[in-house]
């Protein structure tokens, strides 16, 4: 099993060995991680053949399109499946 790469915020997976989605993935990461306001905490990101799948549960839907928004506008990204869920906080 391939270990995730993590950058203390996001779970980066790599789905096979291919040198362009190694690239696609470095360019998510550092694009996700210059937006500061964007808590991506329990987000995983896989990429193969340049489809990239994000899986997880953030707090608010415009985290959720965000994350997509900026994965989408990357360049070797052939599509996006984000099976993102919302799950608020029960904290008053």
Do not use: K
Not at 4 to 32: H, M, S, Y
Not at 57 to 65: L, P, T
Not at 67 to 90: F, H, K, M, T, Y
Request: charged residues 35%; proline residues 3%; glycine residues 6%.
């Amino acid at each position: 099993m391939r270990r995730p790469l993590d950058d203390g915020r996001i779970e980066f997976r790599e789905a096979r060995d291919d040198p362009a989605d190694t690239l696609v993935l470095a360019d998510i990461r550092e694009q996700l991680s210059a937006v500061s306001w964007l808590d991506a905490s329990g987000v995983a990101v896989s990429v193969d053949d340049g489809r990239v799948r994000i899986d997880g549960a953030v707090a608010e839907a415009r985290i959720r399109d965000a994350i997509q928004d900026v994965i989408a506008r990357c360049p070797g990204v052939r599509d996006v499946d984000n099976r993102l869920r919302i799950e608020r906080s029960s904290v008053l």
